[in-house]
């Protein structure tokens, strides 16, 4: 008899509601140890879960439950990170107001959560959108501007006249809106911004003391880009008081730089373009208005630009060099300005190339080089007193130089710009901000939460205010200090805002006085383990860091670094995909490698593709075949879950054929946690036939009552060796996280039970223990049924002892001149004498040394026995 998972899911998820299992009282034991374990803010779209999400959340479960029952005081929170651009892009659509959309999503995510059964705190459960949550977002920020790290600049957004609103940058296609096609282009617009370069130095160091995957501490690291150089200045002919500020971490260059380029946002532009060429540069100006920054760098592969007729003097050879202005170079980086040095810059070789411009190159190439611009070391040349230096001396001595004669002078300069921090959004956190006279100040705190107006209509407000500027009522308003007329900021805060500090509230999620207690976040902090995806690994990680620095500086925090340990889960992908190629003109089949861009490689012929079903493939060696044509390799491929590819798996399907605990067994059963793998229906069905191989183990399928065979006997050592290698294993698995390893433990020891005649209740019941934190709902109906009474949630944790562990004996296979010729039994002290008698009276052994001489005796103890007989 199958056992009944939906009973038995439905019982014990109602149970743990009821009895709050898995709450964490605010007053607690403080001298046991704690564990905050945390998976990263999930936003609750409208589309649900799909089996991608809960793969890292079931990781956080069972490390959860395994730490309470190890007598851990255990953190282990939910919540919804709920403000965000497709509930206000969804209102648009439909005129259902954001907050009715989100709290929808919010009850679908939830209800989806429970019928896994994750053993969530749902007292702490936290909602960006809730003015009791971003009343404490906007007393972050009021904290940030109250000590600088807050400020107003003009930023250039995308702007579309016939939609009339600002877009994101993923709504803007090739310059052209995604809705509708409509020209959009780059205004200039203030906007709030947080000074996190003051931290850049801080976050970098930061990286030194937590465990994270080390490819996400490098991506951070470059994404800071910390680089040591220099600032120098280049006078602009015919303009005395004017110079351009460039910075360089290759100042040991000067001498070849041929030509200057300013972005074509730089102030600079209309000062040194010329009459003649300032309908030429006007015009420039205006189709770089129309691309991203990503498309004006790495996205465009051919060099663009325009002579402004203005020129500056290179400050080390004194030579006029002309000033160009080319999209290649961004305003947000550095100075905005370059000098472009051809000879030893791919990009500016490129672009000296397009347009005939002068290559110097300062560094000599070997001999061998047949490249363009060279980025190896060697001496300097053409670079008048720096000639013969390599590149690490010449850059000291024209540090030096340029600061003694006041040109330029060292400096550190980070890749990080300054966080942009403002939406023209209505669906996010406003801020807590009037402008009185025309300047900016933050509400009185007792006057938070500033809370969003009730709009009728979403619309944009027709400007690149945005649509709170529609809401006239609230944006009128009095300063409370002044009694003066006062205006409200129209931006709203970004989605990051409410994800950067939740792991905080999740602590004392309910105060009304404070962000959060001293004592609780002095107890708890830091997170001891954050599970999320790798797409999170640069800009959330990053601005949370920052937060909680600041917070660490204004005393609300008492560690520097919110994460100590960080994991990834890997993407799960689609199912995997089968297709064999025919030849489009005979139909024969074309093997898999030899197809390429839609063509056999070997004959040139066009060939077309087909699906084919899993049942119709086999695998061989490394690839997969026809099963009825196994010459015919087929293209085996998963791809990256999406609704245009139809390919997503919906949990809540799989869940009510097979049960929350074969799913979560499944998810963990796939492969290591951090990798990349596949989904596959079939491996569900191969833990859920493992569950049920435990059910039947335990359960009488008549009566649902225990079997005759578990009973209070004594424990052989066979049973107490196989139970204790399990506990062992299992443990050390889920302290490494490496869970499908654990599980394949649990499936050993199964195996192994059902050859015994009697189950010790000594034995069965610390099984069920470590299966609970895998399969919770499965091993708390056995608890049940063996006579217990309260959950096994707070149960110790089994321990192993080692005493169980020695084998009482061991099988070891013997060969005769390197082949396996038989397998004997022996008694794991056994000595090596006694090892190779007994391996000489094996039957099958003895009959293959009958009649030759025995050169050789090898034994590896433990494990193999080689005769060499001739």
């Known amino acids: 008899m199958a056992y009944p998972f939906k009973e038995i899911e439905k019982h014990w998820q109602s149970y743990w509601d009821e009895h709050k299992t ?48 190890n007598g851990f005081n255990v953190m282990h929170p939910i919540g919804w990170d709920a403000f965000g651009l497709p509930a206000e892009q969804y209102a648009l659509k439909t005129g259902t107001h954001p907050a009715v959309t989100t709290e929808r999503n919010i009850n679908r995510f939830r209800q989806q959560l429970k019928a896994l059964g994750f053993s969530y705190d749902w007292d702490r459960e936290v909602d960006t959108t809730d003015p009791n949550y971003y009343k ?47 020209p959009c282009e780059r205004r200039k617009l203030r906007q709030w911004v947080l000074k996190i370069t003051a931290y850049a130095e801080r976050l970098l160091e930061g990286l030194g003391d937590v465990e994270w995957p080390t490819s996400t501490k490098e991506m951070q690291r470059n994404w800071i880009g910390r680089s040591e150089g220099a600032e120098m200045d280049f006078p602009v002919v015919g303009f005395p008081d004017e110079i351009i500020r460039v910075y360089t971490t290759r100042p040991d260059t000067v001498f070849g730089a041929t030509y200057m380029v300013l972005a074509p946002e730089h102030r600079l532009v209309d000062i040194v373009t010329t009459q003649a060429q300032a309908e030429a540069v006007a015009q420039y100006r205006a189709q770089a208005a129309r691309k991203s920054d990503l498309e004006r760098t790495e996205l465009q592969k051919e060099k663009t630009g325009v002579f402004t007729g203005g020129y500056a003097v290179n400050p080390a050879n004194g030579e006029e ?86 040109k330029g002078e060292r400096k550190v300069n980070y890749k990080l710009r300054d966080w942009l921090f403002s939406r023209q959004r209505y669906w996010g956190e406003p801020f807590p901000v009037l402008f009185v006279d025309g300047e900016a100040k933050t509400v009185p705190e007792d006057h938070l939460p500033v809370t969003l107006p009730e709009l009728e209509a979403f619309k944009p407000s027709g400007s690149p205010e945005g649509p709170l500027a529609l809401a ?34 999740y602590l004392d999620p309910h105060n009304p006085g404070q962000l959060v207690d001293p004592d609780k976040e002095k107890y708890w902090m830091p997170v001891d383990l954050y599970v999320g995806g790798a797409e999170h690994a640069v800009l959330h990680l990053l601005y949370a860091r920052f937060w909680h620095m600041v917070l660490y500086d204004v005393g609300v925090v008492a560690s520097e670094e919110p994460f100590v340990k960080l994991i990834h889960q890997g993407m799960i992908l689609g199912e995997m995909e089968y297709t064999v190629f025919r030849d489009a003109k005979n139909k024969g089949f074309v093997s898999a490698q030899f197809v390429r861009n839609g063509m056999d490689r070997r004959t040139g012929a066009e060939v077309e593709s087909e699906r084919v079903e899993e049942d119709d493939v ?90 005759a065979a578990v ?82 949630a707070y149960e110790p944790w089994p321990e192993a002892v080692e005493d169980h562990l020695v084998k009482e004996s061991v099988k070891i296979a013997v060969q005769v001149n390197g082949k396996v010729r038989g397998t004997i039994e022996i008694p794991a002290d056994a000595d090596q004498a006694q090892v190779l008698e007994t391996a000489k009276q094996d039957g099958n052994v003895a009959r293959f040394l009958d009649g030759k001489t025995l050169r050789r005796e090898i034994y590896v103890p433990g494990r193999i026995v080689n005769f060499v007989a001739n």
């Open 22 to 69: 898995f709450r964490t009282p605010d007053e607690i034991d403080t001298s046991k140890p704690k564990y905050y374990v945390l998976d990263m803010f999930p936003y609750p779209s409208g589309a649900g879960l799909h089996v991608g999400h809960p793969e890292g959340y079931t990781a956080t479960d069972i490390v959860a439950r395994y730490k309470r029952m």
């Open 136 to 182: 404490w977002t906007q007393w972050i920020f009021w904290k940030l501007f109250e000590r600088g790290l807050a400020y107003q600049a003009e930023i250039p957004v995308w702007w579309c006249e016939a939609l009339g609103t600002t877009l994101a940058n993923e709504e803007v296609i090739d310059g052209k809106s995604e809705i509708g096609g409509h």
């Open 321 to 406: 060099i002309p000033i160009w202005v080319a999209d290649y170079v961004l305003a947000s980086y550095g100075t905005g300005a370059i000098m472009a040095v051809p000879g030893q810059d791919e990009r500016d070789w490129e672009f000296a190339e397009v347009f005939d411009l002068p290559i110097i190159r300062t560094v000599q190439p070997p001999d061998d080089f047949e490249g363009k611009a060279y980025l190896g070391d060697g001496p300097a040349i053409n670079s008048g007193f720096l000639n013969g230096l390599t590149i690490a001396d010449a850059k000291k001595k024209i540090i030096d130089w340029l600061e003694e004669n006041g």
């Open 472 to 505: 006239v009522d609230w944006l009128d308003t009095t300063d409370p200090e002044t009694g003066k007329p006062a205006r409200r900021e129209t931006n709203t805060m970004p989605q990051w805002a409410g994800s950067c500090w939740y792991y905080l509230r």
């Open 618 to 707: 086999v695998k061989k060696g490394e690839f997969f075949v026809l099963k009825d044509n196994p010459e015919i390799r087929v293209d085996a491929r998963a791809y990256k879950m999406s609704k245009s590819r139809g390919n997503v798996i919906n949990p809540d399907v799989v869940v009510d054929k097979y049960g929350a605990d074969a799913f979560r067994l499944y998810e963990m059963f796939m492969g290591p946690l951090e990798q990349v793998k596949p989904w596959s229906t079939r491996g569900v069905e191969g833990t859920y036939r493992f569950l049920n191989r435990v059910w039947r183990l335990l359960i009488d399928g008549d009566d649902g009552g225990l079997k």
């Open 711 to 792: 009973r209070d006997a004594e424990p052989s050592k066979d049973h107490l060796r196989v139970l204790h290698e399990t506990i062992k294993r299992v443990t050390a698995d889920i302290e490494g996280m490496r869970f499908n390893t654990a599980i394949a433990a649990m499936m050993e020891f199964v195996n192994a039970a059902n050859k015994w005649d009697v189950l010790p209740r000594a034995v069965v019941e610390p099984f069920v223990l470590v299966l609970s934190p895998f399969a919770p709902h499965l091993a708390e109906a056995l608890w049940q049924r063996l006579g217990h009474t309260e959950t096994l």
